[in-house]
């Protein structure tokens, strides 16, 4: 059973930039699929981005193309997600997810001025 832990939310200011960090506790070579979801108070969770280590291919949410970027690095198990341009309905707690079936604990992240 692989675990994750999310960590690099916090408190920005619009056009303000974050980039979270999920570390797998395994080596994740057997984890094809990773991505980023968030789930905002009251809505659903939505997927934000994902990638596949097998094709490199990335997928992103309409509402974040172009201003976020995810990525990974196998030599430490750990997928990025750069959030670039933030806006206010950025704000949401974020959930990195592995297999499609295995979630981190959240980290939030709210854009406020």
């Known amino acids: 059973q692989v675990q994750l832990v999310e960590s690099g939310g916090g408190l920005v200011q619009p056009g303000g930039s974050l980039r979270l960090s999920c570390t797998a506790s395994r080596s994740d070579f057997a984890i094809n699929y990773m991505g980023w979801y968030r789930q905002a108070p009251g809505k659903e969770r939505e997927l934000v981005a994902q990638i596949f280590r097998s094709t490199g291919s990335t997928k992103y949410a309409d509402s974040v193309k172009g201003r976020f970027t995810i990525s990974r690095d196998s030599a430490t198990n750990t997928v990025y997600l750069q959030m670039n341009s933030l806006k206010p309905e950025d704000t949401a707690v974020y959930y990195c997810?592995?297999?499609?079936?295995?979630w981190g604990q959240g980290t939030q992240v709210t854009v406020s001025s």
């Open positions: 997810n592995a297999f499609g079936t295995t």
